[in-house]
């Protein structure tokens, strides 16, 4: 069986070992799911609840880098955030730990806004949601 290649946005944050990835491409890998199911939202909860944003846990800069001129990942980001902010109320967690992980939505999604954007981010803004942003995983596949 051939190996698979990590998805180009998490690539280049493969540990030497090839075993781990850095906890905000972990989190990329989940929050750039057009339709996130309940798995994805339990591991977007326990992402951002375990680990908090900043240089020596989930590093901002490194989301900011990869979304910068891709207003698509961006976009799907922005959604996947808001769809987690209006499901983590049916997970059990504590109203301590709710305010936690929506802390952690409000820092990750103003830091998102608040960015600078390049050329192309710009372009593609406009364009907007009349025109398809995203792939399938089945498409990405073919």
Same mark, same amino acid.
Request: aromatic share 2%; glycine share 8%; no cysteine.
């Given at each position: 069986m051939p190996s698979r290649q990590p998805p180009s946005v998490v690539r280049d944050s493969v540990s030497a070992d090839?075993?781990?990835? *850095?906890? *905000?491409?972990?989190?990329l890998t989940k929050l750039q799911v057009v339709n996130v199911n309940?798995?994805?939202v339990r591991d977007l909860l326990a992402l951002l609840l375990d680990h908090d944003v900043g240089p020596d846990a989930i590093r901002l800069e490194r989301i900011l880098e990869a979304t910068?001129?891709?207003w698509g990942l961006e976009h799907t980001i922005h959604r996947s955030l808001s &769809?987690?902010?209006q499901m983590i109320g049916g997970f059990g967690l504590a109203a301590g730990q709710?305010?936690?992980?929506l802390a952690r939505i409000s820092?990750?999604?103003?830091a998102l806004d608040s960015a600078p954007k390049g050329a192309k981010w710009k372009l593609r803004a406009r364009v907007g949601e009349r025109m398809r942003w995203?792939?399938?995983?089945?498409? *990405? &596949? *073919?």
């Open positions: 090839g075993l781990t990835i *850095a906890l *905000a491409d972990l989190l309940e798995k994805d910068k001129n891709d &769809r987690l902010q709710q305010e936690t992980v820092q990750l999604g103003g995203y792939e399938e995983p089945e498409e *990405a &596949r *073919a």
